[in-house]
């Protein structure tokens, strides 16, 4: 996508979704984390975001490697994981071009996602990660949460804690939904465990990775990837057998040990 073309489009959806929330800040931030106005349709240059600098409409936030921020505003927690760029129209509007982000609330809201193509509406509480991928649309991951995600031709949906929903398309829709291991989520999850804050949810999520495994006891064999269309969906096997590849399994701990403990 062009930088013009960019803009262009960034400009009409702030227009069609802004609203009267409070604008968030950078409360937390590790590595490097660029922000370039999108006011000036002319030019593309970007500049390093600042601890409590405000992040308007306006502003495009871009993580390098190893960057990330954190926004703590109204109660409502928004994390923006590495390579990843993305807009806040509000505390409870996120627009994400690319990359992941996470939102956690422990109050009922009502918050509206939006990648390229695609876009939901959430209501309710909980602990979400939210990535985009290649075909435009996102997934949507509650690890805990409690209420329903709604799109303009899909209607309205149940959210359930572990169960990865895609969201595709212009008018949008749901894709196939997917359980996941809620646990091996978190451990390899950046958004989750590379920050300095505890998360308000975390009691919660613990709980909802103890009914997972209660549950389903580990049936788990595969590891969600990207999509890069809306008919693909890339998807890898682990386990003691990876088609010819032979793979190590390790034990498997208790509960309280693999949430608590060391990898």
């Known amino acids: 996508m062009n930088y ?3 803009i262009l489009f960034a400009a009409t959806f702030g227009a069609a979704f802004f609203l009267s929330a409070e604008i968030p800040s950078v409360t937390y931030k590790s590595g490097r984390v660029d922000g370039v106005d999108l006011s000036f349709e002319d030019k593309f240059e970007p ?6 600098q405000s992040m308007p409409p306006h ?13 703590i505003v109204d109660d409502k927690y928004w994390r923006l994981g590495s390579n990843s760029m993305a807009r806040w129209y509000s505390s409870k509007t996120l627009w994400l071009h690319s990359g992941s982000a996470l939102f956690c609330s422990t109050e009922n809201d009502t918050i509206h996602l939006s990648t390229t193509e695609s876009n939901a509406t959430f209501s309710g509480t909980g602990t979400i990660i939210i990535e985009a991928t290649k075909n435009g649309g996102f997934k949507f991951i509650p690890l ?9 031709k899909g209607g309205s949906k149940k ?5 990865m929903l895609l969201i595709l398309g212009n008018p949008s829709f749901f894709g196939d939904a997917f359980d996941i291991d809620i646990m091996l989520l978190i451990k390899s999850s950046r958004l989750v465990n590379s920050y ?18 209660l549950k389903l006891r580990g049936k788990y064999d595969a590891l969600i990837g990207d ?4 008919e693909n969906l890339q998807m890898w096997k682990f386990g003691n057998n990876v088609g010819n590849k032979e793979v190590e ?7 309280f040990g693999r949430f608590f403990g060391d990898n």
């Not at 500049?47 to 409590?52: A, H, R, Y």
């Not at 300095?196 to 495994?213: D, R, S």
């Open 4 to 6: 013009k073309r960019f």
């Open 47 to 52: 500049e390093i975001l600042d601890l409590n």
């Open 59 to 71: 502003l495009l936030v871009a993580t390098g490697i190893g960057g990330r921020i954190e926004s």
């Open 144 to 152: 805990e949460a409690k209420g329903t995600i709604s799109t303009e």
């Open 159 to 163: 959210v359930v804690g572990g169960r």
């Open 196 to 213: 300095p804050t505890i998360l308000p949810t975390f009691k919660k999520i613990g709980l909802a990775i103890y009914i997972q495994e």
């Open 227 to 230: 999509a890069t269309t809306e």
């Open 249 to 255: 399994a390790s034990p498997k701990k208790g509960f």
